[in-house]
């Protein structure tokens, strides 16, 4: 066959879009890539609020929680306080003597010889009290007021130092017609100061009223 036989086919130009077969620029970049070196695109603007709001949610809860359950804590231990008050009052005085422990931690050195011991505690949030009434000697009421820390001298006619509030919980009575002395001993915290009152009407057989109270 010659030459002028041949079936010549004319050249295609190259497609758009396309830069060749080799070299770098006929890669092409990876999915999502704009191949202008603009990179990721930014986060969606939604979803950048939502976290933040989740974050500040979680900040609340861990200050808020423990700040709530405090405050609840001290409420129920007041209103516990109050209750276990009410209801020693409504009890009213035991016929018995108080514990060893109970009368050194309220530094009541109650005589051997006292007679007609009653008592009862109570406890809250502000003060531990203890109540306290016998009958006793005057050399009994001598030994009580020097253990204590105080003596009869201190005793002052005609004063009551028992409080109005004491009087109300205990249902004692404090009126006229009653030779009354009184004295209030004082100790630093976190010892019991002590209120004593003296029925001295029979000074052979004084009763005395205390009360030692303590704050936590």
């Known amino acids: 066959m010659t030459a002028a036989e041949h079936h010549i086919v004319p050249r295609q130009p190259p497609s758009s879009g396309s830069s060749g077969p080799s070299g770098p620029s006929g890669s092409a970049g990876p999915p999502g890539s704009s191949g202008d070196g603009a990179g990721t695109p930014p986060?969606?603007?939604?979803?950048?609020?939502?976290r933040r709001l989740i974050t500040l949610t979680i900040?609340?809860?861990?200050?808020?929680?423990?700040?709530?359950?405090?405050?609840?804590?001290?409420?129920?231990?007041?209103?516990?306080?109050?209750?276990k008050e009410a209801e020693a009052a409504a009890q009213g005085l035991r016929e018995a003597w108080p514990s060893g422990m109970q009368r050194r931690i309220f530094e009541l050195p109650i005589p051997g010889n006292a007679e007609g011991v009653q008592y009862y505690e109570t406890n809250n949030w502000k003060a531990s009290r203890m109540y306290v009434k016998?009958?006793?000697t005057s050399a009994g009421l001598d030994r009580f007021l020097?253990?204590?820390?105080?003596?009869?001298?201190?005793?002052?006619t005609g004063r009551v130092t028992i409080s109005g509030r004491d009087t109300k919980v205990t249902g004692w009575y404090f009126g006229p017609g009653v030779d009354w002395a009184g004295t209030v001993h004082k100790n630093k915290d976190p010892r019991p100061t002590q209120n004593i009152t003296v029925n001295m009407t029979d000074p052979a057989a004084p009763v005395v009223y205390v009360v030692s109270a303590s704050t936590p």
Do not use: N
């Open 43 to 50: 986060p969606d603007r939604r979803r950048v609020i939502r």
């Open 59 to 83: 900040i609340v809860l861990l200050i808020g929680i423990p700040a709530g359950y405090l405050v609840i804590s001290a409420g129920q231990s007041r209103r516990s306080g109050q209750d």
């Open 146 to 156: 020097s253990g204590v820390g105080t003596g009869r001298a201190a005793l002052e």
């Open 134 to 136: 016998f009958r006793t």
